[in-house]
């Protein structure tokens, strides 16, 4: 079975950095977009940043030049590193991924989610 487990997040202070991993368990054939999620309390769930296999990278526009998507497809993980955190960035961030398993069909996955607070 394919699960996607996160790590990293915590309370750090403004400007300050954090990187967050999932990595993808399970029998995995293939994985193609890998993206991360976050949600705020009272706010809809947006994405932040996505990954395809080639390592071409997209970012909302709030987070450009200060959050780094990287992937490492050997270890089936996918990375956010946040520098010059701001409080608006507190959020329980997602990862999420299409991939296709050992039935050859492409599903999409997420992650169980990990806090992220900034405090100012």
């Known amino acids: 079975q394919v699960q996607l487990v996160e790590s990293g997040g915590g309370l750090v202070q403004a400007g300050g950095s954090l990187r967050l991993s999932c990595a993808a368990s399970?029998?995995?054939?293939?994985?193609?977009?890998m993206r991360w999620y976050r949600q705020a309390p009272g706010k809809e769930r947006e994405v932040v940043a996505d990954?395809?296999?080639?390592?071409?990278?997209n970012y909302v526009d709030s987070v450009k030049g200060r959050f780094t998507i990287s992937r490492d497809n050997a270890k089936r993980t996918v990375y956010l590193q946040m520098n010059s955190l701001k409080p608006e960035d507190t959020a329980v961030y997602y990862c999420?991924?299409?991939?296709?398993?050992?039935?050859?069909?492409?599903?999409?996955?997420w992650g169980q989610g990990t806090q992220v607070t900034v405090s100012s």
């Open positions: 399970g029998s995995t054939f293939a994985i193609n977009v």
């Open positions: 990954i395809n296999s080639g390592g071409g990278t």
């Open positions: 999420n991924a299409d991939i296709m398993g050992s039935g050859r069909y492409w599903t999409n996955y």
